[in-house]
């Protein structure tokens, strides 16, 4: 079963703008933590961001300013807003599930419980 569906990924010009959907079902959403990952090819996959069930709200220091992570919980939907974007954000990004009520680090993939296919970003120079 599909728990994560991501979209909004596309090609766009450096300075441009995208933001990224990821459609969770219940289970995958309700009182957990949600992240964003990203891989670039040949390196590993790295954190974005993450967003709390409480609202806190978690960047890598590459993106703050940047991008902005968001969660519409009456629709188990969590938001990457990129703004500013550069040609070093290209990657596939992936959206992420914690287990439900865990808390701690963000950072750490091996923390995330489900996670979605990934929606490929380019931005051109």
């Known amino acids: 079963q599909v728990q994560l569906v991501e979209s909004g990924g596309g090609l766009v010009q450096a300075g441009g703008s995208l933001r990224l959907s990821c459609a969770a079902s219940?289970?995958?959403?309700?009182?957990?933590?949600m992240g964003w990952f990203r891989q670039a090819p040949g390196k590993e996959r790295d954190f974005v961001a993450a967003i709390s069930w409480g609202n806190n709200l978690y960047y890598s220091d590459s993106v703050k300013g940047r991008f902005t992570i968001s969660r519409d919980n009456a629709e188990n939907t969590v938001y990457l807003q990129m703004n500013s974007l550069k040609p070093e954000d290209t990657a596939v990004y992936y959206c992420?599930?914690?287990?439900?009520?865990?808390?701690?680090?963000?950072?750490?993939?091996?923390?995330?419980?489900?996670w979605g296919q990934g929606t490929q970003v380019t931005v051109s120079s």
């Open positions: 992420a599930a914690r287990p439900p009520y865990n808390s701690g680090s963000y950072q750490y993939t091996h923390l995330y419980e489900y």
């Open positions: 219940g289970r995958a959403f309700t009182h957990r933590a």
